[in-house]
Nanobody, 118 residues
């Protein structure tokens, strides 16, 4: 099991940017693909982006393509989500997790809240 701690959320105006970080414990971090997910108020948690163990392959949900960029630093056991051109509909609690495909493998952390004002 890997423990995950998300950070970097906050309140931002539409069109602004935020960079989320996810620090993972455990020596197996670099062996797994990682993903970001989000849960908006009253909605189910959804997949946002994933990155392969090496960082060489990434994929995104259509709604964030061209605006969000996922990256990782295996030396720091950290995965990032750079979010640009934010929209009010991006408002959600954002979570990271190890993934198989786009399925989460570990228990969820507390997440980090992103609020985008119009």
């Amino acid at each position: 099991q890997v423990q995950l701690v998300e950070s970097g959320g906050g309140l931002v105006q539409a069109g602004g940017s935020l960079r989320l970080s996810c620090a993972a414990s455990g020596r197996t971090f670099s062996s797994y693909a990682m993903g970001w997910f989000r849960q908006a108020p009253g909605r189910e948690r959804e997949f946002v982006a994933r990155i392969s163990w090496s960082g060489g392959s990434t994929s995104y949900v259509d709604s964030v393509k061209g605006r969000f960029t996922i990256s990782r630093d295996n030396a720091k056991n950290t995965v990032y989500l750079q979010m640009n051109s934010l929209k009010p509909e991006d408002t959600a609690v954002y979570y990271c997790n190890r993934v198989a495909g786009i399925d989460a493998l570990d228990a969820w952390g507390q997440g980090t809240l992103v609020t985008v004002s119009s």
